[in-house]
């Protein structure tokens, strides 16, 4: 799976963004940014199928920039293409 988004606007303006990997290996989906709602997945397709199914986004990051952010799957697709 090779899902990506680019961020559109502010200071990380074209930062390739891809599922964050949490210390833990896990990969997250979430109704929001609250902790207490984040669900934890072994692989980003679970987490990518979750997100789909539930109306809910994606904890995604850049390696090295900013922190990761809940990116909407339907602002990105498997495939890498910006829809």
């Known amino acids: ?6 961020v559109k606007r502010g200071a990380n303006r ?4 891809t599922p964050h ?3 833990d290996g896990t990969f997250v989906a ?3 940014r609250f ?3 984040q669900r934890r997945y ?7 199928d979750a997100a789909h199914a539930n109306g809910w986004g994606i ?13 909407r799957p339907e602002k990105c697709d498997p495939s890498g293409e910006q829809l």
């Not at 072994?42 to 990518?48: M, Q």
């Not at 904890?59 to 990116?71: E, H, N």
Request: charged share 25%.
């Open 1 to 6: 799976m090779s899902l990506k988004y680019v």
């Open 14 to 17: 074209g930062a390739v963004l």
């Open 21 to 23: 990997r949490h210390k």
């Open 30 to 32: 979430s109704p929001d």
């Open 35 to 37: 902790k207490e709602s």
């Open 42 to 48: 072994a692989t980003a397709k679970e987490a990518c």
């Open 59 to 71: 904890r995604m990051s850049a390696a090295g920039k900013a922190p990761a952010s809940l990116i």
